[in-house]
């Protein structure tokens, strides 16, 4: 398990992602994807070997890949990448060159702290656009996640429109590079710890 990309933000410190284990993980990420505040990820019924299996599947497909998020060290997020062309969105919008997908998801906190999810896909969308090739963020939340949208507003993503997928009815809304930027420039410094590795081969996302 490597460290793919390392940001630093302003108030809260060292985020990072690394590869993500689908065994060895699965113990940590059954109690994310299953708690009462993580109902969007549509996973609340799964048991750990069902978790162990999604994130196997995730890890043999060419086109979508999980990583573990780290704060300070310690695990604290998950997030996924996927090309829109092949997986979740194929068919349901108008596709171009160098759109990339992203999930994320925050573990559950005792005591949360203010910014925190906002500094999390701050770090996330600042990990895709590390890679040259992506020119936009494409995401498709439920309709219903009324937080997730005022995030995702934050950090740049216009609304296209609703999209009724098979599992819900999502908002598909697109981040540029350049709207990244003007939303979120100020949100600290950012390095890949191996811009290769950060990478997938076929140049997308999730």
């Known amino acids: 398990m490597s460290v793919v990309f390392t940001r630093v933000d302003d108030r809260l410190g060292a985020f990072a992602l690394r590869t993500l284990d689908p065994e060895a993980d699965a113990p940590l990420l059954h109690g994310w994807v299953t708690h009462p505040k993580a109902a969007f990820w549509l996973m609340q019924d799964a048991d750990e070997a069902q978790v162990i299996e999604e994130y196997r599947r995730i890890a043999a497909h060419p086109h979508h890949d999980a990583y573990l998020g780290l704060w300070r060290g310690s695990p604290?997020?998950?997030?996924?990448?996927?090309?829109?062309?092949?997986?979740?969105?194929?068919?349901?919008?108008?596709?171009?060159?160098?759109?990339?997908?992203?999930?994320?998801?925050?573990?559950?906190?005792?005591?949360?702290?203010?910014?925190?999810?906002?500094?999390?896909?701050?770090?996330?969308?600042?990990?895709?656009?590390?890679?040259?090739?992506?020119?936009?963020?494409?995401?498709?939340?439920?309709?219903?996640?009324?937080?997730?949208?005022?995030?995702?507003?934050?950090?740049?993503?216009?609304v296209v429109g609703p999209i009724a997928k098979p599992e819900k009815d999502a908002l598909l809304s697109v981040c540029t590079r350049a709207r990244f930027e003007a939303a979120a420039g100020h949100a600290g410094p950012t390095t890949a710890a191996d811009p290769a590795a950060a990478t997938r081969e076929e140049g997308a996302p999730a």
């Open 76 to 158: 604290a997020f998950l997030a996924e990448r996927y090309d829109p062309a092949h997986v979740e969105l194929v068919g349901l919008y108008d596709h171009q060159p160098g759109d990339v997908g992203m999930h994320f998801l925050c573990a559950p906190a005792g005591a949360p702290v203010h910014g925190f999810t906002r500094a999390v896909i701050r770090t996330v969308m600042a990990w895709l656009f590390a890679d040259p090739a992506t020119r936009r963020v494409v995401v498709e939340p439920d309709v219903r996640n009324t937080a997730v949208h005022a995030l995702n507003a934050a950090v740049g993503f216009e």
